[in-house]
């Protein structure tokens, strides 16, 4: 199976890597609020309460963070 460009990288319940259209992607997960370190969440608050932090934005930067950290151990894992 071949992604492309856009495209976000799974990791499935069985370890499976498969690739997922940003649509589907979309259409499937919701964002989420990251758990944070009791001092990363007070930053959070701070930038939030100053207008600096979109909080759905938020979520979703940490989900994309997460995919990209799962690209780089699949890159890793096959020597790329």
Do not use: N
């Not at 890597?17 to 959070?44: G, H, M, N, R, W």
């Amino acid at each position: 199976m071949r992604g492309e460009v856009g495209d976000w990288i799974i990791r499935g319940v069985k370890g499976e890597i498969y690739p997922c259209k940003p649509d589907i992607f979309d259409a499937t997960y919701e964002p989420v609020t990251p758990v944070l370190s009791s001092a990363q969440d007070e930053a959070y608050d701070t930038a939030y309460d100053a207008g600096h932090v979109d909080g759905e934005r938020a979520a979703w930067g940490a989900m994309r963070d997460h995919a990209v950290r799962v690209r780089e151990d699949i890159e890793r894992e096959a020597g790329l």
